[in-house]
Nanobody, 118 residues
């Protein structure tokens, strides 16, 4: 079992910044990916950013150049620095860890609300 605890959501004005953090604990395999997804009201959950254990990262086109994902393998934490926030970034943000077992397995955090006011 793996537990994920998120922190850092809140209310911010457009153009502002927020940092989300997520700490994983439990039986974490060495090979995994960690990432952030978001779900806005009435929409499907979508990938925001993902980072491998080696540090390679991928971003949704909508956040490239504004968001930066990072991780600390020693502490099993992942962070998302969000700059130049837009109202359309408003959503519940979920931390994810995918254990690269056979088959792979996903764990999710409880979600943290990010609201960007115009």
């Amino acid at each position: 079992q793996v537990q994920l605890v998120e922190s850092g959501g809140g209310l911010v004005q457009a153009g502002g910044s927020l940092t989300l953090s997520c700490a994983a604990s439990g039986r974490i395999l060495r090979f995994n990916t960690m990432g952030w997804y978001r779900q806005a009201p009435g929409k499907q959950r979508e990938l925001v950013a993902i980072i491998g254990s080696g540090g390679s990262a991928n971003y949704a086109d909508s956040v490239k150049g504004r968001f930066t994902i990072s991780r600390d393998n020693a502490k099993n934490t992942v962070s998302l620095q969000m700059n130049s926030l837009k109202p359309e970034d408003t959503a519940v943000y979920y931390c994810n860890i995918r254990l690269l077992s056979v088959p792979p397995y996903d764990y999710w955090g409880q979600g943290t609300q990010v609201t960007v006011s115009s």
